[in-house]
């Protein structure tokens, strides 16, 4: 059974950096690739980043390029999320997700698999 611990959410001001972190337990991040989501009321869960299995492609939403990065470390089987220059648009509560398949890339948010409870990100401006 997959287990993800989100946990780096927090207030942080517009301009600031925070890092989240997903804790992976019943699927091995390099077998799977694995993606960050993220939700606000009243809207569908949208796509922020994710990692191919083999750790090399990564993909971002428009919105997000050059401002977030996407990492993985096998050894800890965990992921991250490292977002710089945060803005109000980003405030949300963030989601790890691992794919459904394993060495499969590509999909919307149906072909992943959520666990965890989230963290939440509030940036004020």
């Known amino acids: 059974q997959v287990q993800l611990v989100e946990s780096g959410g927090g207030l942080v001001q517009a301009g600031g950096s925070l890092r989240l972190s997903c804790e992976v337990s019943?699927?091995?991040?390099?077998?799977?690739?694995m993606g960050w989501f993220r939700q606000t009321p009243g809207k569908e869960r949208e796509f922020v980043a994710a990692i191919r299995w083999n750790g090399v492609n990564k993909d971002y939403a428009d919105s997000v390029k050059g401002r977030f990065t996407i990492s993985r470390d096998t050894a800890k089987n965990a992921v991250y999320l490292q977002m710089n220059s945060l803005k109000s648009e980003d405030t949300a509560l963030y989601y790890c997700a691992v794919h459904r398949r394993p060495y499969t890339w590509g999909g919307g948010p149906g072909e992943y698999d959520y666990g965890g409870q989230g963290t939440q990100v509030t940036v004020s401006s």
């Open positions: 019943g699927r091995t991040v390099s077998m799977y690739s």
